[in-house]
């Protein structure tokens, strides 16, 4: 079945560097992609979102590029900060989303 | 905030009950989803909703059934609890009107269930 994964269960990173995250996914079909950010006791957040038609999206201090030829996204945080600390995860889908297991981002001091 | 409420957020049950949970939405949204998380599977679809008497299976529906009798309101039922239904159950919302297929999902804070 379809199945959404990312690379790395954790990823240290220093304070001030730019943090990147990897997902992949297995549905060529997928249109859409979305990555969310969950800290500890709290429901996963929104941070950004890609359709098929593009490569790359920006946000505030975020990045989202999608290669659809290897089926891979990535999100790229700029200059980390220890409130990024908390675990992220992709999905992919239409109705039915498809979530990746999470990667936790450690930020150290 | 999305307006989600999810209740109850803590229930302790044992094998064998059946236990409602519910989410309460006030956006007026047309899609509901409930999903679980458990360690080492990520958040994984039970059931959504695309209207009102509108449900479908998600990846692990086997042991849910599931309700929305009015808009606001989306229920999760387990007929007959089992210790592998332990887990932390994620009800979320998403705008659009029919057969819109993606966008943003909001999530309530979530329902932790332990089944002794």
Redesign the interface.
Same mark, same amino acid.
């Given at each position: 079945?379809e199945s959404v994964g990312l690379h790395l269960p954790t990823l240290s990173v220093q304070e001030g560097d730019n943090s990147i995250i990897n997902c992949a996914y297995s549905n060529s079909a997928s249109?859409?992609f979305?990555w969310?950010k969950q800290e500890s006791g709290?429901?996963?957040? +929104?941070i950004i979102?890609i359709?098929s038609n593009m490569d790359k999206r920006q946000g505030q201090r975020v990045t989202v590029l999608l290669n659809k030829t290897v089926k891979h996204l990535s999100l790229q945080i700029a200059a980390t900060q220890p409130g990024d600390s908390a675990v992220y995860?992709c999905?992919s889908g239409?109705?039915?989303?498809? +979530?990746?297991?999470?990667t936790r981002l450690k930020v150290l001091a | 905030d999305a307006g989600i409420t999810q209740s109850p957020r803590h229930k302790v049950t044992e094998t064998g009950t059946p236990v409602t949970l519910r989410c309460h939405q006030t956006e007026n949204h047309r899609y509901m989803y409930w999903y679980r998380q458990d360690p080492g599977h990520g958040l994984r679809l039970i059931h959504y909703s695309y209207g009102v008497k509108d449900t479908d299976k998600g990846e692990v529906s086997d042991g849910y059934s599931v309700s929305r009798s009015k808009t606001e309101d989306f229920l999760l039922t387990l007929e007959s609890a089992t210790s592998s239904q332990t887990s932390v159950y994620f009800c979320a919302i998403r705008e659009g009107g029919q057969g819109d297929a993606t966008g943003e999902l909001f999530f309530g804070e979530g329902s932790r269930l332990t089944v002794l």
């Open positions: 079945g249109d859409y979305i969310y709290k429901g996963p957040q +929104f979102d359709r995860f999905a239409t109705y039915k989303y498809i +979530f990746g297991t999470g | -």
